[in-house]
């Protein structure tokens, strides 16, 4: 699996997004050092990837 050629790096918080790597939907939480923090849509617990897997569709 190669992450996305073109990555989508969000914004917005609370904006739906799509991890790559672990082929999950999330809302955009937040940037740190390079990482991507979502949330699941339906709530729970945050989980981080490195920026380069980030969509806006599923792969």
Not at 15 to 21: A, G, H, I, M, Y
Request: hydrophobic fraction near 35%.
């Amino acid at each position: 699996m190669a992450p996305p050629s073109h990555p989508y790096r969000p914004f917005i918080l609370g904006e739906s997004v799509f991890d790559v790597r672990s082929g999950r939907w999330g809302a955009f939480m937040g940037w740190q050092q390079g990482r991507v923090y979502l949330r699941p849509l339906g709530g729970g617990v945050e989980w981080d990837t490195d920026a380069r897997w980030i969509s806006t569709t599923e792969q």
